[in-house]
């Protein structure tokens, strides 16, 4: 499955077309709730170290990016706040994963929080215990090595089991929670 097609992620992105189906419906149940997202650093651009002063660099997704809520980025490094299209304004939060999900749960109120990965912080969030549901779409694409999502972490030990599973033409669905 490729979200990129889904009718969901297209309406993000400002667009009339995409894909339905069982898939969309499980990108539209995961887009659907949330006051806030946090993010990894690699999640949000190719940039390592230090911010060059002249950076112009605002992520991914151009001008308007798919968030349309305040999105809290993980990083070692400052930045200012930056203010984009739709509702997304980008936190940069260097005080740790429990500081980023404080702010970003007293920004999405009585809404939902997304962890919007990647693979390290979303372990971070599960190791710590402050994850309550998680959703995977595995798809059968060979990407290459990559990173160990589950590795040395035992799910239900943690309190996690498999809620849901539905299989699709281009994914199975797994949903876990606690």
């Known amino acids: 499955m490729d979200i990129r097609n889904t009718k969901t992620f297209h309406a993000m992105l400002g667009k009339q077309t995409g894909e339905t ?6 990108a539209a149940r995961s887009m659907a709730g949330f006051g806030a997202f946090i993010l990894g650093r690699n ?13 112009t660099w605002k992520g991914w997704w151009g001008n308007n ?77 060979i990407l290459g090595k990559g990173e160990a999502i589950f590795s040395g972490i035992n799910l ?3 309190g996690f089991s498999v809620i849901e599973r539905t299989l699709t033409e281009h994914a199975i669905h797994i949903v876990l929670a606690k």
């Open 21 to 26: 189906g069982s898939d969309n419906d499980y």
């Open 65 to 141: 990016p798919p968030y349309h809520a305040p999105t809290y980025i993980l990083t070692h490094y400052p930045r200012d706040p930056i203010v984009m299209e739709g509702g997304t304004t980008f936190y940069f939060v260097t005080e740790g994963i429990e500081a980023a999900l404080d702010q970003a749960k007293a920004a999405a109120g009585n809404a939902d929080v997304k962890i919007g990965g990647g693979v390290s912080t979303v372990r971070q969030y599960l190791k710590a215990g402050l994850i309550d549901e998680l959703h995977f779409a595995v798809s059968p694409v």
């Open 156 to 158: 239900p030990e943690l």
């Open 43 to 55: 999640m949000f651009g190719p940039i390592r170290g230090e911010w060059p002063e002249d950076d």
